[in-house]
């Protein structure tokens, strides 16, 4: 279970993630590192010195540019050594990003339709479908552009597993524990319902980087993951 888990390290200093990590300790092998961590706290440094020290790094940092771009900036990232990246999941975009991580051990995920996007907001960004839609569209498209995985919530994993197959990585993030605050994640799913529903890999951030002991915390998520059911 341990490498399941994967811990957002959303924090703007780097001084506080390093303790979290120190407090995790060999509970937790994988660690996120998304805009709030890679802008506010030098977090591709932080990230590259996680690698050296024999920890996974998910680099979210969702990438969407001209194919040259990102096939570039994606091969840069693999050469970190990093485990996972994250590009919305636009087919130029997933082909690029393939081209970029040819060769490396690199998982590409495509990021489908961010789920704190409803159907009104994405027919206000032009969209001509459903949420729901939407994100089937994205998972045939991955699955065509032989893209490593996905993000999706957990309440689209077992619909995106359908699509992509048994082999691709499916990340869920809008993990709440047993008794936790959920926060502003809307649609949220414990940690052993998730895994049951087709995810491979789960982000949580808050229940375990704010919690007053976060390595009780994850022992408890991991617990629940190993359980398959929720204790208490
Ligand atoms: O604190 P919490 O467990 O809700 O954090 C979830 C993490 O997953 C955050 O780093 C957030 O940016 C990320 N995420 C998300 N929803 C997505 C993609 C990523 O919540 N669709």
Redesign the pocket.
């Known amino acids: 279970m341990g490498g399941q888990l994967i811990v957002?390290l959303?924090v703007s200093s780097r001084a506080v993630a390093e303790a979290i990590v120190t407090a995790l300790g060999d509970d937790v092998q994988f660690y996120?590192i998304?805009y709030q961590c890679f802008y506010g706290a030098d977090g591709f440094a932080l990230g590259k010195d996680l690698i050296a020290a024999g920890k996974q790094v998910f680099f979210?940092l969702k990438l969407l540019d001209i194919d040259n771009t990102v096939e570039k900036g994606v091969a840069a990232i693999a050469a970190t050594g990093a485990a996972m990246l994250t590009v919305h999941a636009y087919p130029q975009c997933m082909r690029a990003a393939m081209r970029g991580a040819a060769g490396s051990d690199l998982t590409v995920l495509g990021?489908s339709v961010?789920?704190?996007m409803d159907d009104e907001d994405v027919a206000e960004a032009g969209f001509a479908r459903d949420t729901a839609g939407l994100v089937a569209l994205r998972a045939q498209q991955a699955r065509d552009a032989g893209i490593g995985g996905l993000?999706a919530?957990p309440h689209e994993a077992e619909m995106v597993r359908t699509i992509v197959g048994p082999k691709l990585a499916i990340v869920t993030?809008?993990?709440?524990p047993a008794g936790a605050d959920h926060?502003?994640?809307k649609r949220v799913m414990g940690p052993a319902e998730a895994l049951a529903a087709g995810a491979t890999h789960l982000?949580?951030?808050?229940?375990i980087?704010q919690a007053a002991d976060p390595a009780a915390a994850a022992r408890a998520i991991l617990a629940e993951m190993a359980g398959g059911v929720r204790v208490a």
Do not use: H, M, N, Y
Request: aromatic letters at 0%; glycine letters at 16%; charged letters at 25%.
């Open positions: 957002g959303d996120k998304g979210d990021v961010l789920t704190s993000v919530s993030p809008g993990i709440r926060g502003d994640q982000v949580v951030a808050r229940p980087i």
